[in-house]
């Protein structure tokens, strides 16, 4: 194991440097990527693929179509671009802790509940990133009302479609990577678990995420100082509570879910 822990971290580094001189992680994004990274091939090399394939996956989205995205949710989103710490962990720290379970007590049920984390952070990512190019704009999920494109909450017919492509995706890379097509169980785990934790994401990012507004351009936002310069006023939410918060609860219920029906299954 500890040999495998130092091949990882050498492994992890190269991935972390690689994506930060790419421009998809920070530099405090690349420390926490390695850390992570290196938790996940200790457990095996099978969590290792897997963390490899979510990240490529949703870093390679994150690319297309950058500049119409940009645009069409300028000044609403918190944060764009490349990925802090506070991100990597948000999304990642559910699963690295499900590998340090791993290694401490081996059981697939870990690895049905890392990768559940992963399936709901993946739906949530490709959502987002595949959403924001529909044609149409958005609707909250809670009332059905037209809401501009980025907003906590927003779902359309093409964002819903890639939240469900996102799970499946990381259900079947989690069969995968367990060899000779692995434990079935584990993918319609993963697929349940993925699937309750991005719905999650979306309900409690219209629901309770803190949302603000900007008097100078009368318009929504989630930035406490808007692109402006002009200092946001609280409009409605959890006043603590922005994304990074919504998308570690979404990880958190992906894992709980699909660890509870890989077990109920047996």
């Excluded at 040999?3 to 971290?9: L, N, P």
């Excluded at 990642?92 to 340090?100: D, E, R, S, T």
């Amino acid at each position: 194991m500890i040999g495998r822990a130092i091949a990882g971290a050498f492994v992890a580094a190269a991935i972390a440097l690689a994506a930060w001189r790419a421009g998809s992680l920070t530099r405090s994004g690349a420390v926490a990527a390695l850390f992570t990274g290196t938790l996940a091939i200790a457990a095996g090399w099978a969590w290792g693929e897997l963390l490899i394939i979510y990240f490529a996956s949703s870093s390679l989205l994150s690319r297309v179509g950058a500049r119409v995205k940009a645009e069409r949710s300028i000044g609403i989103v918190e944060k764009g671009g490349a990925r802090d710490a506070t991100q990597v962990f948000a999304n990642g720290a559910i699963f690295a802790l499900a590998a340090v379970s791993q290694l401490i007590l081996p059981s697939d049920t870990w690895l049905a509940a890392g990768a559940g984390a992963l399936a709901a952070s993946a739906s949530d990512t490709w959502g987002t990133e595949i959403g924001m190019l529909a044609k149409a704009p958005p609707r909250m999920i809670t009332t059905w009302r037209v809401v501009p494109t980025g907003t906590s909450g927003g779902v359309s017919a093409l964002g819903l479609a890639a939240m469900a492509s996102g799970t499946l995706f990381i259900a079947l890379a989690a069969w995968l990577v367990q060899g000779n097509y692995g434990n079935a169980r584990v993918a319609i785990a993963v697929s349940l678990g993925g699937i309750v934790g991005s719905l999650v994401d979306s309900l409690v990012g219209a629901l309770a995420q803190s949302r603000r507004y900007c008097a100078t351009c009368s318009s929504a936002t989630e930035r406490v100082v808007h692109d402006c310069g002009t200092r946001t006023e609280r409009a409605g939410g959890v006043k603590w509570l922005n994304n990074d918060g919504v998308n570690a609860a979404s990880t958190i219920i992906g894992a709980l879910v699909s660890a509870c029906a890989f077990m109920l299954a047996r």
